[in-house]
């Protein structure tokens, strides 16, 4: 093929790509045309039933406007005729208040105008009744002789001499009657207090005995030249008494502990049965540690019959010590202990906190357990004491008064100086030497003598009363009181004594005749 041929082609190729693209635009035409026309056919029915639907939407929405205007009309109407009633009756209310207050104040009027009228009536009589007065006054004036000033002050005088001595015997029936009562009460809980302590007395002297298996056992404490008994004396500061009594050996020593610790020192060696000065040691420290946990045990002890909480460690192991510790053959562990009950229960009779009470009442005599290592009396290392290890001053003061060293401030401290005389005054609680007790009789009946109108003078009950018979023509019964004052002082002044010594002064008149 020629390239004139190709080129044949190719034009006619084109041209008949030309004449169909012509032909399918004029088509394309066509149809678009008849699409627009089917188009706005439609676009024109559409806003034909859409008119139709507003113009209907808009005759329901009128028709419903119209009804709710109607319905509020209504409601507003039935409002209106609501408020109109209640402000009609709220007319009525007002109008019928009016009506009641104008008839009140019509009473008012009335009243007011009855009471000007009896005040007025009331004042006439009450001008008559003052020209009565006066006129009688002038009477009296005339009559008594004397003005009215006068007459007031005579009549206020004679009053208050009157009242005086009505308030003098009305003082004196009170004060009787209350120290009356005072003294019921107070025996009362004081005897309560005895009947429910019920502790046991432990009396002690100053000598510990040790038996023997034998006497043979003598000479072996005694030991070569005297070696044993002499390392025994050293190491516990006891003297032993070794004499003719039979199988015993006498332990003596003023202090308590010590004794104890020989006591138990010397039984463990006679059970041993080697006796020597290295032993000796040996069982005296043994011995020792033995007597400490006694004394802690026994401190232990006590403060858990007592009740008593929170005392320092130390102070319990000194109050253990009391154990060993007699006071006129009185046990002061067991007294310190009944102290302790009794002040508890008198701060209950008398509506107290018992605690405090019974605490001091425990620790009042503490300083007994060291008097004999450490300067000064009792009182005074008890309160030092109590002060290191930080009690009360509740506690303190009570320990520091309960011998009336100091005077007794506070109740607790009142407490535990009467459970202290009921405790050391009980029968068989304590006791003294024969010739200690003599002495102490007849001093008491020589203070009692030693006063001016006294006769004659007996000790009694075993020293606690003091009978006294008084000349009945020197010494009146108005003075006897005075008397009995005295000589209490001067006891209290001159005598050591335990507990209290009750003073009875009896004057007796006598008249003799004889018939002939």
Avoid: W
Wanted: charged share 35%; proline share 2%.
């Amino acid at each position: 093929m020629t390239v004139l041929g190709i080129i044949l082609i190719v034009v006619a190729l084109i041209l008949g790509l030309g004449i169909g693209v012509a032909i399918g635009n004029a088509y394309r035409k066509k149809v678009a045309e008849a699409e627009i026309g089917s188009a706005e056919q439609e676009a024109k029915r559409i806003v034909t039933e859409a008119m139709k639907t507003a113009e209907a939407k808009k005759k329901e929405a009128v028709l419903e406007g119209k009804d709710e205007i109607h319905r509020l009309r209504n409601e507003n109407d039935k409002e209106i005729a609501d408020r109109r009633k209640e402000v009609q009756r709220q007319e009525r209310r007002i109008q019928q208040k009016e009506e009641t207050l104008d008839r009140k104040i019509d009473n008012v009027e009335k009243k007011e105008e009855r009471a000007n009228k009896k005040i007025k009536e009331a004042e006439g009589r009450l001008a008559e009744a003052e020209t009565i007065k006066k006129s009688q006054f002038e009477m009296l004036e005339r009559i008594s002789g004397y003005t009215v000033d006068q007459a007031k002050t005579y009549l206020l005088d004679q009053l208050e001499g009157e009242l005086g001595r009505e308030k003098s015997l009305k003082i004196m029936e009170y004060e009787q009657q209350l120290k009356d009562e005072s003294d019921k009460r107070a025996r009362n809980i004081i005897s309560l207090a005895i009947q429910r302590c019920a502790a046991d007395q432990v009396a002690e002297a100053t000598v510990s005995v040790v038996a023997l298996p034998n006497d043979e056992m003598k000479g072996r404490i005694i030991g070569r030249e005297g070696r044993n008994i002499r390392a025994i004396e050293t190491m516990t500061g006891c003297d032993l008494i070794i004499d003719d009594t039979p199988e015993a050996i006498t332990i003596s020593c003023f202090e308590p502990v010590r004794r104890e610790i020989a006591r138990v020192a010397l039984e463990k060696l006679i059970s041993d049965g080697r006796i020597h000065p290295a032993r000796v040691e040996e069982m005296v420290e043994k011995a020792r540690r033995e007597v400490e946990a006694s004394i802690k045990q026994a401190g232990e002890r006590a403060v858990l019959d007592a009740g008593v909480h929170g005392l320092h460690p130390e102070l319990v192991k000194i109050l253990g010590r009391l154990k060993y510790r007699t006071s006129y053959g009185q046990n002061v562990l067991m007294h310190s202990l009944e102290v302790c009950y009794i002040s508890g229960m008198i701060a209950s009779e008398l509506g107290l906190d018992p605690t405090v009470s019974k605490r001091a009442g425990l620790l009042h005599d503490i300083g007994k357990a060291l008097d004999h290592e450490i300067e000064g009396s009792h009182v005074e290392i008890g309160v030092d004491i109590a002060r290191k290890y930080k009690e009360s001053d509740a506690v303190i003061h009570a320990i520091q008064a309960h011998h009336g060293d100091v005077e007794a401030k506070t109740v607790v401290a009142c407490i535990v100086q009467a459970a202290d005389a009921i405790s050391a005054a009980r029968p068989g609680a304590r006791r003294e030497n024969l010739e200690n007790y003599i002495k102490r009789l007849q001093k008491l009946e020589e203070v009692a003598s030693s006063f001016k109108g006294v006769e004659t003078s007996y000790a009694i009950q075993a020293g606690r009363e003091i009978r006294i018979m008084v000349k009945p023509e020197q010494v009146k019964d108005d003075a006897m009181p005075a008397l009995a004052r005295d000589i209490c002082k001067k006891i209290e002044d001159e005598l050591e004594y335990p507990g209290q010594i009750k003073v009875n002064i009896i004057r007796e008149s006598r008249a003799v005749g004889y018939a002939k």
